[in-house]
């Protein structure tokens, strides 16, 4: 079970949109479409940002949005603002209840 | 609502077990389909999954760290515990608590920094 792969960094305008990869393997990403995305900033707790690989929970803006295709889950910021400069972590279901978490991108806005 | 706190010591010494409790409130552990996830940051480093023990007690560990975790709940006090043995260095992290009812983990505690060294 080795961790998923993201870039290392990702960066943007204030307003533009940006998207970063999250790839595993057809042993996680690629066999369910349960992969979560989480936000965290500098000394916090992660927070929850899309999951099921599209759906987002209440309370978070409509400018983040999930996709999935084969073994590669995306996270797209549209808009991008100040706030949402972040590391951003993708989480596949690995079956057998097992999870595995992505090496993590940093947002830069 | 739902809150999670993590407890326990923030300095262990190589070879020691590190023992972490989770208390958390707004949640029963005994209902279906809930469970309580461990989750560790090293310092700059990523997110890893360490261990979740779901409403009917079943555990599940990740594969690289499975011999040396054990995880647990005491459903009458609202906690889960979770110890780790042969403490290294390398162990030095974050360690969060998270309730997962879904498939995703929703809520998470504020994190406790352990620390290993001599």
């Known amino acids: 079970q080795s961790a998923l792969t993201q870039p290392a960094s990702v960066s943007g305008s204030p307003g533009q949109s940006i998207t970063i990869s999250c790839t595993g393997t057809?042993?996680?990403?690629?066999?369910?479409?349960?992969v979560s995305w989480y936000q965290q900033h500098p000394g916090k707790a992660p927070k929850l940002m899309i999951y099921e690989a599209t759906k987002r929970p209440s309370g978070v803006s409509n400018r983040f949005s999930g996709s999935k295709s084969g073994n590669t889950a995306s996270l797209t910021i549209s808009g991008l603002q100040a706030e949402d400069e972040a590391d951003y972590y993708c989480?596949?279901?690995?079956?057998?209840?097992?999870?595995?978490f992505g090496t993590g991108t940093k947002v830069t806005v | 609502q739902i809150t999670l706190k993590e407890s326990g010591p923030t300095l262990v010494k190589p070879t020691q077990t590190l023992t972490l409790t989770c208390t958390f409130s707004g949640f029963s552990l005994s209902t279906s389909g809930v469970g309580v996830g461990w989750i560790r940051q090293p310092p700059g480093k990523a997110l890893e999954w360490l261990a979740l023990?779901?409403?009917?007690?079943?555990?599940r560990y990740s594969p690289s760290l499975k011999s040396r975790l054990t995880i647990t709940k005491d459903t009458s006090k609202n906690q889960v515990v979770l110890t780790m043995t042969n403490m290294d260095p390398m162990d030095t992290a974050t360690y969060y608590c998270?309730?997962?009812?879904?498939?995703?983990?929703?809520?998470w505690g504020q994190g406790t920094l352990v620390t290993v060294s001599s």
């Open positions: 989480c596949s279901y690995a079956g057998t209840s097992t999870y595995v």
């Open positions: 057809s042993s996680d990403v690629g066999s369910y479409n349960l």
């Open positions: 998270a309730h997962k009812e879904m498939t995703f983990f929703d809520y």
């Open positions: 023990i779901y409403w009917n007690d079943d555990k």
